[in-house]
């Protein structure tokens, strides 16, 4: 029995807004955009410049898988072999060959160019010394703060700073404040009547201290227990870790 193959014919209007979604898409491998252009082979049938029936229709349909609603292309909607389906498809009606290889090269070389700029901005790298009672702070704390979106504000990191100096130094800082415990299970004792002292706010910028401290223990940099108006505050997880990583 003979099989009917289906019509794979795209209507010139959407030939055109395939066009169109290409080049905003592409604005940033060519100035201007790659410009894909239609041809009719026969009254008010078109198709892609350079490529058959069977090709135009596929770069229809994978453009119109990727299709965002900024008028352009997701690129990231694609597979990895339907986009380099897709952009050699592009690449042959525009008669642009390896465009899109040349522009991941250059990339990639302004990446490894930055990179390079970058250690060479950096200080060398300092010997490992410090001082009795010293406070390390975790290097994602710089991350957290490098974000559209910081996870910490500077009064979080304040108090967290305040509470390692007592750890570290096996002194408590806050009014009627005491220490508990030994090693990685040493806590500063809090009163939270009294609050962590009025000498190191006297603005009243902490007014939210016990909320912070909670913000603190959710990203484990400390650990909280309490024990009727006491606040029992250790080390977190995190802080544990860079402790231990600094005896090593």
């Known amino acids: 029995m003979k099989t009917l193959r289906r019509d794979r014919y795209v209507a010139r209007d959407e030939l055109l807004n395939v066009r169109d979604r290409i080049r905003i898409a592409t604005l940033s491998v060519a100035e201007g955009g790659l410009r894909v252009q239609t041809r009719e082979v026969s009254p008010g049938k078109y198709l892609f410049l350079e490529l058959d029936e069977d090709e135009t229709y596929e770069l229809a349909e994978l453009v119109r898988k990727a299709h965002d609603s900024a008028g352009g292309l997701a690129w990231s909607r694609l597979s990895r072999r339907e986009l380099s389906k897709l952009e050699r498809l592009i690449e042959k009606s525009c ?27 950096r200080p060398p790298r300092r010997p490992r010394w410090e001082e009795d009672g010293a406070v390390v702070l975790p290097r994602e704390l710089f991350d957290w703060l490098n974000r559209p979106d910081p996870i910490l504000e500077l009064t979080d990191i304040a108090l967290y700073v305040l509470m390692l100096f007592q750890l570290e130094n096996a002194t408590p800082l806050t009014p009627g404040g005491r220490l508990e415990g030994m090693g990685d299970d040493c806590a500063v004792v809090v009163d939270t009547r009294l609050g962590i002292g009025m000498k190191f706010d006297p603005d009243a910028r902490f007014a939210h201290w016990q909320k912070d401290l909670e913000h603190l223990e959710r990203n484990g940099l400390l650990a909280l227990e309490r024990r009727g108006h006491e606040l029992l505050v250790r080390r977190g997880r995190r802080a544990i870790a860079v402790a231990k990583g600094r005896q090593a």
């Not at 390896?98 to 990339?107: I, L, N």
């Not at 160019?113 to 250690?119: D, F, G, S, T």
């Open 95 to 121: 008669g642009s060959r390896d465009v899109f290889a040349q522009v991941r090269e250059q990339f990639e070389l302004r990446t490894r160019a930055a990179e390079l700029r970058k250690r060479a901005a």
